[in-house]
Each structure stands twice: as C-alpha cells, then as structure tokens.
C-alpha cells in the first residue's frame, strides 16, 4: 500500500510521517532528505549550484541511501548535515532542476516497489506515485508553522526571530509551488487535513483513521 503526504514546508509533515509509518508496520520516504542530500553533495563537492550540467552530473554520480533515521551519501552520514542553514536555503537549486528531479523520483518508484510505505514530499501524490493508494495533504497557518520551525531550531541551539522565519517560509512557498515540474500541489484526490493546535500525536491519529479509511475501500472520514 502507498500512502502519500504532501503539503508545505512547515507543516510537520516529517514528524507525523514517520510516527503514522511506526503505528503502521510501513517503511518511511523522507523525500526532502534526498534533495538536501544531493544539494550538500554538490555543496561538499565545490559545485556552482547555478552550474545546471554540474548538479546533475553530482546527482547522477551520488549515491543517496535512507535507512531508518539516517541519511547516507556515497557512503558517508550526512544526516546532520542536510539540515544546515546553507543547505535549506541550496536546495532549491537542487528541487529545480527537472533531471535531478527524475533521478530522484526514479529512485522513489524503486523503493516503493512492492512494499507497504508512508511517502512524504511536495509532488508523492500528484507526479511520483497518481496511483496511490491514500493521499494525504497536510498543511497549517503561516503563523504556526514559523512557530514549530523556531522550535526545532532552538531545540538545535539556534535561534531566529519569528518573523524572519515566517518570511523566509513564505519564500519557499512561493518557490515550491511555482517549479514548473513536481511543484507543490494538492492532489484532487487527496483529504486536506489543517493541523493547527493539533499535536503531532493528534494528526497522526486523524491520518490513521483515513488511512483505514482509504484500506477499508474508499470511504474517508471528515
Ligand atoms: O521537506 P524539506 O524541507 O526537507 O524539502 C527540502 C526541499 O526539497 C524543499 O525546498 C522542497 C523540495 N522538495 C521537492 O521539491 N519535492 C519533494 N518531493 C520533496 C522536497
């Protein structure tokens, strides 16, 4: 079974993704992950992000590994890493780029490939997987989703103020659903859920019941 998350930075897609793939026995595609990875890759290797031709060369030469809460490059552990500051605001170079696209969503229709997952990105339920078999999108205010961003980072260490944050989110928004490929975009079929004063537990459990739903054939609870 697929069950595809999509929806904006923010949002506490990750999060609930990973918990909602626990509570189900499924594996968990953190696709963001793969585009940070390729980014530091191209980060790590000198490249001119503007320099299309180099960034697919490094994502056709790179080879990107999830494994349960780790991301590996060619090799090497890269999961702190590809959650950098310089990363966050490279990877779009990476996101834009239709030929790095492809590779990657090549690369998530082979893992995919008869197993039971929980996909979560900005283009799983429109471009990668059409066919899926639960589309979820997820999505919060501005204003809460700078707040759960300013949160995770000063658990870091780090810490910014809310409105560059909410600025900053709205930048990548803007980004995100203008890229003319594997752009941020609802799914008609998908069941918007708005997670606002929920808490990471309590959206699980809404994506839980419409999961079942979704399984049971069809019929998707409010
Ligand atoms: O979810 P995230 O912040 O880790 O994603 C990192 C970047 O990758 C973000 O700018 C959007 C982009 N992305 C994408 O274009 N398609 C996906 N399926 C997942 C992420």
Redesign the pocket.
Same mark, same amino acid.
């Given at each position: 079974m697929i069950v595809t998350i999509d929806g904006p930075?923010g949002a506490g897609?990750?999060t609930v993704a990973r918990k909602l793939a626990q509570r189900l026995g499924f594996h968990f595609l953190d696709?963001?992950?793969m585009?940070?990875a390729v980014a530091y890759g191209a980060l790590r290797a000198g490249v001119d992000l503007s320099d299309a031709a180099a960034l697919i060369r490094i994502a056709e030469t790179v080879r990107v590994d999830l494994q349960p809460g780790r991301v590996r490059l060619s090799g090497d552990d890269v999961t702190n890493q590809i959650r950098s500051a310089a990363v966050t605001s490279a990877?779009?170079h990476a996101?834009d780029q239709v030929d790095v696209r492809q590779r990657l969503v090549d690369l998530q229709r082979a893992l995919a490939e008869d197993a039971d997952i929980v996909t979560e990105? *900005?283009?799983?339920g429109t471009v990668v997987f059409p066919q899926a078999d639960c589309k979820l999108y997820l999505s919060a205010s501005p204003h809460e989703r700078a707040r759960r961003r300013q949160r995770e980072m000063e658990q870091r260490g780090e810490g910014v103020d809310l409105e560059q944050l909410v600025q900053q989110l709205s930048e *990548?928004d803007q *980004?995100?659903a203008s *890229?003319p490929v594997?752009r941020l975009q609802q799914a008609s079929d998908a069941t918007f859920v708005e997670t606002d004063g929920l808490s990471s537990d309590e959206v699980v459990d809404r994506l839980e019941a419409i999961v079942r739903a979704c399984r049971r054939g069809g019929h998707r609870p409010e």
């Open positions: 930075a897609k990750s696709t963001g992950a585009y940070r990877v779009h996101a990105g *900005r283009d799983q *990548r *980004r995100d *890229r594997g």
